[in-house]
């Protein structure tokens, strides 16, 4: 496995499971677009597709816990009429992450939002005077996720008329891939929070011991061309010690903790939450990445350039290739790549 990125969702009708995720057991991203966004956000942080819980137990779980970074990635938008409350109602919706509000000719609210800041609005500020954006969201939100919010107390009544509509701007079209590549890359990569939603494997659910290791591209043009032996045995010799260590410590702390009284799933996490430390940055990592159009661009426009990382900047040569060929692809078409001048990938064209 080396670097690369595939796509999983453009605002169509379907979500694309990518190959190497595993495939899908037939109760496993099941309901809808949203619903199984959400769904393979999540599985991809605990290498689960294709065991452990069906799709209804699966968001029930997410819910229980907590984890709700997975309800970051599907964004809708509504229309309402703003009437006389124009502003008010515009207040309302900054006063809460993640939600894009603008308003358009005929006296008409357009919001943007994810499942997440659906599901916490009411507790981001309970007492505003303008209560009619919060039920409207999770009318709208209720409809596009059905089991997701039928576990949920709906704490609005909703009176007011709405239409969920197309995104029309790149502030409202959003795209989601899946990222590949060393950790080193998702560390830069996870740095663009805005306009986002992030979800990564994580060493202390996921084993690590048989994982890959990425090379990265600027040593494998280094050892093509100079075929330097004792680096690369150095470099070998390393990664199986680190490897060695990782495996040696899960062992042994998972052993000791439970002998504690720690449950076994606790012990297996905690364990591997301290082996961690021994496996490097080259370690190959996979992460759904949900970002805006807008986004998107911002992003090509720093990773595509001389200063980039050169696996990065690798990285985006494919990611752009993907994006043009989405429904979105038009946005994408005056980005035009040129070889770099350290020969290790491509740049944007001046």
């Not at 942080?45 to 799709?55: A, F, H, T, V």
């Not at 124009?86 to 603008?102: G, H, S």
């Not at 890359?185 to 890959?212: A, L, P």
Request: with cysteine.
């Amino acid at each position: 496995m080396g670097i690369g990125c595939d796509l999983v969702y453009d605002g169509g009708d379907v979500i694309v499971a990518p190959v190497d995720m595993g495939k899908p057991r037939e109760d496993q991203l099941q309901g809808t677009v949203a619903e199984q966004l959400s769904e393979l956000a999540g599985r991809v942080c605990y290498d689960s597709l294709g065991s452990g819980r069906n799709s209804k137990e699966y968001h029930k779980h997410i819910l229980e816990v907590g984890h709700g970074s997975v309800y970051e990635h599907f964004h809708f938008t509504v229309e309402m009429n703003c009437a006389d409350r124009e502003l008010e109602m515009v207040k309302e919706c900054l006063n809460r992450p993640d939600v894009l509000a603008t308003t358009s000719g005929g006296g008409h609210l357009r919001v943007t939002a994810n499942i997440r800041s659906v599901l916490e609005w009411h507790g981001m500020c309970p007492n505003l005077a303008c209560p009619k954006v919060g039920p409207v969201m999770w009318s709208a939100a209720e409809s596009l996720a059905p089991v997701i919010f039928g576990m949920m107390h709906n704490p609005y009544f909703c009176q007011s008329k709405f239409r969920i509509v197309p995104p029309r701007t790149e502030d409202e079209q959003w795209v989601s891939m899946l990222l590949k590549g060393s950790r080193g890359m998702s560390h830069e990569q996870v740095r663009h929070g805005d306009r986002t939603g992030i979800s990564q494997r994580s060493t202390r659910f996921c084993d690590e011991t048989e994982s890959e290791w990425v090379r990265h591209p600027l040593y494998s043009a280094y050892l093509e061309e100079t075929g330097d032996l004792e680096l690369h045995t150095k470099v070998t010799e390393a990664t199986t010690m680190c490897r060695n260590v990782y495996s040696l410590m899960t062992g042994r702390l998972q052993k000791w903790i439970a002998s504690k009284g720690t449950d076994k799933l606790t012990a297996r996490k905690q364990a591997r939450g301290a082996a961690r430390g021994f496996l490097g940055n080259a370690l190959y990592t996979e992460l759904i990445f949900s970002a805006s159009v807008r986004q998107w661009k911002h992003m090509i426009r720093q990773r595509c350039s001389p200063g980039a990382d050169a696996e990065i900047r690798q990285l985006y040569e494919h990611v752009l290739a993907v994006l043009q060929g989405s429904r979105y692809g038009n946005s994408f078409a005056g980005f035009e790549l040129v070889a770099s001048p350290d020969g290790i990938g491509k740049i944007i064209k001046a």
